[in-house]
């Protein structure tokens, strides 16, 4: 009896349960550790070492190999960066702008009001300018200030009118007090000439010019012409400039304007204003229109302008 109460009595270990949480296997775990621990030490020393080797076998490597060929290679890279930037230098050189071309200021005087003149040209074909400008005097004092523009590869002429002036100027500078280079966007205008054709594409004919008669009290230029817009293209307005030659001399000036200008539009143009004296055998119109500037324009119904 009694040898059967103690095989009842038996512990089974595999179903002990440890409230603190430790179970049988942590504990064969930590054994093990615990029998192991310098096996373990040694294995990462010897990692480390192996390690440590090969990091110092690489940084060798790549020294040698530097001293041998990486040298060489860093001086073809600066040479090459060098000659790179004496490229770019030399491109920038290359397309810089040339100066505009200013011709003469020409004065005239016209019943007490004075008409100024200026022939300008811009011989860049890729850069358009925007510019302020002032008429000086040989005082060095400012007669008038303005704004203007001209377009790539153009020539213009500037022309003041009816300022009244509180002396008569004597030597007139022309002065540009504020001035910006722009180069056309290849990507939005790849050809100019083309561009531009398309949009001053505007033709004048039967232009009659007379001469006043300057022995009458109040003799007048008179001149009349045709003018067609041959664009797609409607304008809010057209101006443009009349030049009075006598030979190749220009002897008088004026400006004027064409509103609300339509695409294939013809319209006459009848002009009259008074002389100051002048001879004037020839009469020329020139358009002056800003065609980057997209405000000269006039959409279409429902379309947005160029």
């Known amino acids: 009896m009694e040898k059967k109460n103690r095989v009842k009595t038996g512990v089974d270990l595999k179903k002990y349960e440890d409230s603190g949480g430790v179970t049988i296997g942590k504990m064969h775990f930590g054994l093990w550790l615990s029998s192991n621990r310098r096996r373990i030490f040694k294995g990462i020393i010897i990692f480390l070492i192996i390690a440590s080797a090969g990091m110092l076998i690489y940084s060798s490597y790549s020294y040698v190999f530097y001293l041998l060929y990486g040298r060489d290679a860093d001086k073809e890279l600066s040479n090459s960066l060098a000659e790179s930037q004496l490229d770019t230098q030399a491109y920038r050189e290359a397309n810089t702008p040339i100066d505009l071309e200013i011709g003469t200021v020409n004065v005239f005087s016209v019943q007490g009001r004075y008409d100024f003149f200026i022939p300008i040209k811009n011989p860049n074909p890729k850069h358009v ?143 009259s204003w008074p002389s100051g004296g002048e001879r004037a055998g020839r009469a020329e119109v020139k358009i002056d229109l800003n065609i980057l500037d997209d405000s000269v324009y006039l959409p279409y119904r429902g379309d947005s302008q160029p």
């Open 129 to 271: 300018s925007n510019f302020s400008y002032c008429l000086r005097d040989g005082a060095g004092v400012d007669l008038l200030c303005g704004n203007s523009f001209i377009l790539p590869g153009a020539d213009k002429y500037l022309v003041v009118a009816g300022k009244e002036l509180e002396r008569a100027p004597g030597t007139v500078k022309f002065v540009i007090t504020n001035f910006a280079w722009q180069r056309l966007n290849a990507h939005d205008i790849p050809d100019w000439p083309t561009y531009a054709a398309t949009r001053l594409n505007f033709s004048i004919s039967n232009l009659k010019y007379s001469a006043p008669d300057n022995s009458a009290k109040n003799p007048f230029h008179n001149l009349s012409f045709t003018l067609k817009n041959n664009t797609p293209y409607h304008f809010s307005r057209l101006p443009f400039a009349i030049v009075l030659w006598n030979g190749s001399s220009p002897t008088g000036v004026n400006l004027s304007a064409a509103d609300n200008f339509l695409s294939s539009e013809t319209r006459e143009i009848h002009l």
